[in-house]
């Protein structure tokens, strides 16, 4: 199966290497880190430490999936200050 979709993307990935990648967002990670994947070749990018695009390897998707969690724990925790701040507002 392998062996199939890498012959598929053998004419988009000339096609990249002439024109260049065509990035799309397919996951926001955090607000800083996102994944990308290309619509010609498939290939999958993320957002490294240090703000700068890298390739998405297995060990970045596990990075990701962490960063995500620990993410999506503090921004609830956000809202909660959110909604906590607006009733002492509403009270001023
Ligand atoms: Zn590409």
Same mark, same amino acid.
């Given at each position: 199966?392998? !062996? !199939?979709? %890498?012959?598929m993307a053998l $004419? ?5 290497? &002439? /024109? ?19 619509? %010609? ?11 700068? &695009?890298?390739? &998405?390897?297995?060990? /970045?998707?596990? $990075? ?10 503090? !921004?609830?925790?956000?809202?909660e200050k959110a909604i906590?701040?607006? !009733? $002492?507002?509403?009270?001023?």
């Amino acid at each position: 199966m392998k !062996t !199939t979709s %890498n012959k598929m993307a053998l $004419i988009p990935k000339v096609y990249c290497s &002439l /024109f260049g990648h065509e990035y799309q967002v397919t996951k926001n990670v955090t607000s800083h880190v996102k994944e990308y994947t290309c619509k %010609n070749c498939k290939k999958e990018l993320t957002t490294d430490s240090n703000g700068n &695009l890298t390739e &998405l390897t297995p060990t /970045f998707r596990e $990075i990701n999936v962490i960063l995500e969690r620990v993410y999506n724990s503090k !921004t609830e925790r956000l809202k909660e200050k959110a909604i906590n701040s607006t !009733t $002492i507002y509403q009270h001023v």
